[in-house]
C-alpha cells in the first residue's frame, strides 16, 4: 500500500496485492492520512488482486469522511481487472462511488469537479 501527495489538493492511495481483513486496520489507517492531507482522494486498485468486504466498506467510510470535508473521492479500477473488477460489477459499486478505468481519467475527472 502507497500513499502519494500527488498534488496540492490530491492524494492517490495505491493498493497493492491482496487487501482483506487482517489488512483492514492498515488500509483505513492510509485512506486516514490521505483524507486529512488532501480533500481529493484516489484510490488506485489497479494492482489489487483482491479486495473482501472489509476494504469495500473502509473505502466507503472514507468516501464519507471525504464528502463530509467537501472534498472528491474516487477509485481506479482498470477493465478486465480481474477478481476486483468483478466484485465492484457485482455489487453495483461504481453506483456509490465514482470508478474510472485509469490512475489519468481519474485524475482529470478530480480537476473537472466542482470545488476540487
Not at 1 to 23: R, Y
Not at 66 to 83: K, M, N, S, W, Y
Amino acid at each position: 500500500m502507497e500513499v502519494a501527495l500527488h498534488s496540492e489538493t490530491t492524494a492517490i492511495v495505491s493498493l497493492i496485492g491482496e487487501h482483506d481483513l487482517s489488512l483492514g486496520v492498515e488500509l483505513r489507517g492510509a485512506l486516514a492520512t490521505a483524507v486529512e492531507q488532501r480533500p481529493c482522494v484516489l484510490v488506485d486498485l489497479s494492482r489489487c488482486t483482491l479486495l473482501d468486504s472489509t476494504g469495500i466498506a473502509v473505502l466507503l467510510d472514507s468516501q464519507n469522511r471525504v464528502l463530509a470535508g467537501e472534498g472528491r473521492f474516487a477509485l481506479v479500477i482498470p477493465p478486465g481487472q480481474g477478481a476486483v473488477a468483478r466484485v465492484a460489477e457485482l455489487i453495483r459499486l461504481g453506483d456509490l462511488v465514482p470508478i474510472s478505468h485509469s490512475l489519468e481519467d481519474a485524475l482529470t475527472n478530480v480537476g473537472r469537479q466542482p470545488g476540487s
